[in-house]
Every structure is written in C-alpha cells, then in structure tokens.
C-alpha cells in the first residue's frame, strides 16, 4: 500500500533552519500534487505548501519568503526547507500527497503519521 515517509523535524531555535523530507513509496501511477500541512494545538490543520508535478508551488502568506517547496526528479520525494523559524511555526507538520494509483481516474489523499517541529523564543 501507500506508505508517506516524513523526517526531519525537531527542536531549534527562533530564527534557525530545518529541512522536513517526505518520500511517497509504493503501487503509485502518479503524484500529481503534493504537499505540507500542519496543526499547531488549539488550532486546525493549515496547508503550508504544495508543488504540482510541472513544479508550480504555493505557499501560505505566513510562510513566503522563509519557507521553500521543492521535488526531486523522481516526483515521488518533496522537501521543504524551512528558514526563519519563528515560534508560531510550532506544529506538527503532516505531508500529503494526492495520488493516482492506475491512471484511470479517482484521487486519493495520503497522509504521513506527523513530524513534530517545536521553534523556542
């Protein structure tokens, strides 16, 4: 089956760096988008970025110009480097991933288990 593999996460300081890596793994036709959400406690789950297989991305307002979506030539593998972490970046962070699994039609949403990344003042 469909397996998201998410690492990465972890503790740093107000204004340090982290990289989260998510790679798709098993009987998959196609990714056609793919992504990072994350919930922060008391809060609901928010879309971070996405990129598109043809390399279009989006990113929340809150994350422009710190945070970066990227995907390797394979297409099944995203990163998102995250710069500037501030502490309202605190969250677990959760990568999606829509597939296709034949290629006939019908999309599924997959989701890793969560990546924690805690940003201290």
């Known amino acids: 089956q469909v397996q998201l593999a998410e690492s990465g996460g972890g503790l740093v300081q107000a204004g340090g760096s982290l990289r989260l890596i998510c790679a798709a793994s098993g009987r998959i036709f196609s990714i056609p988008l793919m992504g990072w959400y994350r919930q922060a406690p008391g809060k609901q789950r928010e879309l971070v970025a996405t990129?598109?297989?043809?390399?279009?991305?989006y990113y929340a307002d809150s994350v422009k110009g710190r945070f970066t979506i990227s995907r390797d030539s394979a297409k099944k593998t995203i990163h998102l480097q995250m710069n500037s972490l501030k502490p309202e970046d605190t969250a677990v962070y959760y990568c999606?991933?829509?597939?296709?699994?034949?290629?006939?039609?019908?999309?599924?949403?997959?989701w890793g288990q969560g990546t924690q990344v805690t940003v201290s003042s």
């Open positions: 999606n991933a829509r597939v296709s699994l034949t290629g006939i039609g019908g999309l599924s949403d997959k």
């Open positions: 990129v598109t297989l043809d390399g279009n991305t």
